[in-house]
């Protein structure tokens, strides 16, 4: 199995790289108790999506000191790597969102696969329960049988300014109904709040709503299908041809409202990490130093 990271963003609301961030003071990063517990739950393949001016920085301060624990390859998100027929827009210089980036893998990726976030800390369990579903999925009645971890809202918020999730629906037998990216969420005292397209809005949405945080399982099939909904999404820029983004979660709701695949929904109760702003740094850094302490990691994790 293959686990996927997607690593092209640079964090503009963070000020920086903040993949390669250093969380503890052995220097690892959050993206190295990721591969970690991936390793521990069976995965045997990480592949980096990055911009392709930060391979040998991701090389020398990750790839290097986990090649002998894991085969590991890189992919590039080039904003010029598009379906046939399309071209890229004059002056568009922002990357084409989190659904471009795995369409970036295709040529690299031939099993099933997890996708994660690079800057999210998301929890052993996360791991284990994409291990198990990825083993043995495959299609079924000709749809592709994917999986998403969902998290609780309430612990995925930052105190430091807003966030974006993707509010998910989930049927009684835990599959994915639909999911809607909220681009701005903000944690208020009893619940959370979401700003509306208008712009001024706010509508309050519980803590216990599951919640997309890119963490995904696939079977490879999600290829072709990313090609389709990437060039309907193309065809359709509108006035915004250099801004829009073509979101990994609506991609895969429109695929599953087309019956090209079933999405099954894992509930975790971990506690999701993640340095959204420069602020949120100490806290993440307490919450794994409480987690080393507690013996669920090594102070060096490859030492």
């Known amino acids: 199995m293959t686990l996927v990271i997607l690593a092209a963003g640079m964090g503009s609301r963070y000020g920086g790289l903040k993949q ?56 590039f998100q080039r904003g010029e790597d598009l379906p046939a027929g ?31 976030n690079a800057d999210d800390f998301y929890g052993r369990d996360t791991f284990f329960q994409l291990a198990k579903h990825l083993k043995s ?10 999986c998403m971890i969902g998290f ?20 009684q037998d835990g599959m994915l109904r639909s999911v809607t990216e909220r681009t701005k969420i903000m944690k208020k005292e009893t619940c959370a709040a979401y700003l509306e397209d208008d712009g001024e809005t706010w509508t309050e949405i519980p803590f216990d709503t599951i919640v997309s945080m890119n963490c995904w399982g696939f079977t490879p099939d999600i290829f072709s299908d990313l090609e389709r909904e990437f060039s309907e999404f193309l065809s359709n820029l509108g006035d915004n041809p250099l801004k829009a983004e073509f979101y990994l979660p609506a991609a895969v709701d429109a695929q ?3 019956g090209l695949c079933d999405v099954r929904v894992y509930p975790t109760t971990s506690l ?3 340095v959204t702003y ?21 102070e060096n994790l490859w030492g």
């Not at 250093?22 to 995965?43: E, K, Y």
């Not at 391979?55 to 390859?73: C, H, M, S």
């Not at 809202?153 to 629906?169: A, K």
């Open 20 to 75: 390669l961030d250093p969380m503890t003071d052995a220097g690892n990063f959050i993206i190295d108790f990721s591969i970690f517990d991936a390793i521990s739950a069976g995965f045997d393949k990480v592949v980096f999506i990055i911009k392709e001016e930060n391979l040998e920085l991701f090389r020398q301060t990750i790839g290097d000191r986990i090649g002998e624990k894991v085969e590991v390859a890189y992919a």
């Open 86 to 116: 399309f071209t890229l827009p004059k002056g568009r210089v922002k990357p084409w969102g989190t659904g471009h980036a795995v369409y970036c893998v295709r040529d690299i990726v031939k099993e099933n696969f997890a996708v994660i």
């Open 137 to 146: 999925a495959t299609k079924e009645n000709g749809r592709a049988q994917h």
């Open 152 to 171: 609780a809202l309430g612990n995925t918020l930052t105190e430091n300014g807003t966030v974006s999730r993707g509010q998910c629906e989930v049927t």
């Open 256 to 258: 599953r409202k087309a």
């Open 272 to 274: 999701w990490q993640g």
């Open 278 to 298: 420069p602020e949120d740094k100490a806290r993440v850094k307490s919450a794994i130093r409480a987690l080393i302490d507690g013996g669920e990691y090594k």
